[in-house]
């Protein structure tokens, strides 16, 4: 069992560029997030989604947007990248939006020049 | 929207109890209290949840007294290996916070 899967691991892109970082469950949780992780400010909480077709705004969602178009799958594009979207970011997923564990992906360590 | 605050950083010699202290003054009456942990360049990983007293399972304890204003994570018997970063959730996936740098020394 995967459980979840991101890509790519790692990626460094030119500012401005478009870029999306793809995150996987197989464990067909309701509800996904998408979380950055900077040093000394720990981990924020991007945007999230409760159900497949539904999303919502976390602590940082501006520069970044995602879909929930089914249950698997949450994206995370990054439309026009800026260097302070350097970051890693985990995706994680729980069968339950109010309680229940959080599963996290292995990160995606971006890098924008 | 639940904030916590626990200590920066704390360091433990090899082979004793750590106790990690989570303050949330303003939880809700539906929220639970959940202590993940992280080791370098790997995601978050569960380790114990709880609504209120005391819950125990095979990695730790977690201390909640009836006002539910703090929680207590505590290792038995710490290794070099639970050297990492401790997070205090509480409620909703929002507030993950800065974590509880913990060091095992040999």
């Known amino acids: 069992i995967a459980g979840i899967t991101q890509a790519p691991t790692s990626q460094i892109l030119a500012a401005g560029r478009r870029m999306t970082l793809r995150c996987t469950q197989d464990m067909r949780h309701n509800a996904m997030y998408w979380y950055r992780q900077d040093l000394g400010l720990g981990l924020r909480l991007i945007h999230y989604?409760?159900?497949?077709?539904?999303?919502g705004k976390g602590e940082v969602p501006d520069g970044y947007s995602v879909s929930r178009a089914n249950t698997d799958d949450f994206p995370l594009t990054l439309a026009s990248a800026v260097p302070s979207q350097t970051s890693v970011y985990f995706c994680?997923?729980?069968?339950?939006?109010?309680?229940?564990?959080?599963?996290f992906g292995e990160g995606s360590r971006l890098t924008v020049l | 929207l639940a904030k916590t605050t626990q200590p920066i950083s704390m360091d433990s010699y090899e082979g004793q109890e750590v106790n990690i202290t989570c303050s949330h003054n303003n939880i809700a009456t539906n929220d639970y209290i959940t202590w993940y942990q992280q080791f370098p360049s790997q995601g978050p990983r569960f380790i114990i949840q709880g609504y209120k007293t005391k819950v125990t399972n095979e990695v730790a304890s977690l201390f909640i007294p009836a006002d539910r204003k703090s929680s207590t994570l505590s290792l038995p018997r710490v290794s070099l290996s639970d050297t990492a970063v401790y997070y205090c959730l509480v409620g909703d996936r929002l507030a993950f916070g800065k974590g509880n740098q913990v060091v095992v020394i040999p």
């Open positions: 989604s409760n159900t497949a077709g539904t999303t």
């Open positions: 994680a997923s729980s069968d339950s939006s109010d309680t229940g564990e959080l599963f």
